[in-house]
């Protein structure tokens, strides 16, 4: 199985940056696609951006050009960086991690317990 740790939410001002971070451990043959999700209260669930082993990733478009998701697959870590944040940016952030079981090699998903980033504005 695969446990994975977040860090790096908190209370930002508008135009501000915040760091976030999600490293995962446990056994696992290999990592997919890590990514991160962000909901708002009364809002469904939403991807905010994703990226493969190989580095290709992808954004909504409502970060493009603010946030940079970036992996470390040496320490099996994803992040994102997130810069010029807005009031429309808070929420509560979950890092989501695609694997390859160790024993079964079967493909598994496993989510973050979630961060909270507050943007005053």
């Known amino acids: 199985q695969v446990q994975l740790v977040e860090s790096g939410g908190g209370l930002v001002q508008a135009g501000g940056s915040l760091r976030l971070s999600c490293a995962a451990s446990g056994s696992f043959a290999r990592l997919s696609t890590m990514g991160w999700y962000r909901q708002a209260p009364g809002n469904e669930r939403e991807l905010v951006a994703a990226i493969t082993p190989g580095g290709s990733s992808n954004y909504r478009d409502s970060v493009k050009g603010r946030f940079i998701i970036s992996r470390d697959n040496d320490k099996s870590t994803v992040f994102l960086q997130m810069n010029s944040l807005k009031a429309e940016d808070t929420a509560v952030y979950y890092c989501?991690?695609?694997?390859?079981?160790?024993?079964?090699?079967?493909?598994?998903?496993?989510w973050g317990q979630g961060t909270l980033v507050t943007v005053s504005s």
């Open positions: 989501n991690v695609g694997y390859i079981a160790l024993l079964t090699r079967q493909y598994r998903e496993v």
